[in-house]
């Protein structure tokens, strides 16, 4: 069974720092491209970055030199570095598999909140 866990989210100042970490349990993590996520209020979860299996990243036009994927595959872990953050960055974050298939769990998510 697919677990996964996020966390790390809080609330922040705009121009603030936040890092996201992931943890994945029943997968053969390493094989899988993963990808964060994020959904705000009123809207569709939306891809925020992405990372393949080797290391490859790929990000959102509005995070592009703000914030940074990585992975970790010996602990199974995906993390996001959110750096100059806004208050439309305000979400909930959410890690998974990329690209999601509709019948992929997704976890709680973390809150993060950015004010003004």
């Known amino acids: 069974q697919v677990h996964l866990v996020e966390s790390g989210g809080g609330l922040v100042q705009a121009g603030g720092s936040l890092r996201l970490s992931c943890g994945a349990s029943g997968i053969l993590f390493s094989t899988y491209a993963m990808g964060w996520y994020r959904q705000a209020p009123g809207k569709q979860r939306e891809l925020v970055a992405s990372?393949?299996?080797?290391?490859?990243?790929n990000y959102a036009n509005f995070v592009t030199g703000r914030f940074s994927i990585s992975r970790d595959n010996a602990k199974n872990a995906v993390y996001l570095q959110m750096n100059s953050l806004k208050p439309d960055d305000t979400a909930v974050y959410y890690c998974?598999?990329?690209?999601?298939?509709?019948?992929?769990?997704w976890g709680q998510g973390t809150q993060v909140t950015v004010s003004s």
């Open positions: 998974n598999r990329y690209p999601p298939r509709s019948y992929y769990y």
């Open positions: 990372i393949t299996s080797g290391g490859t990243t």
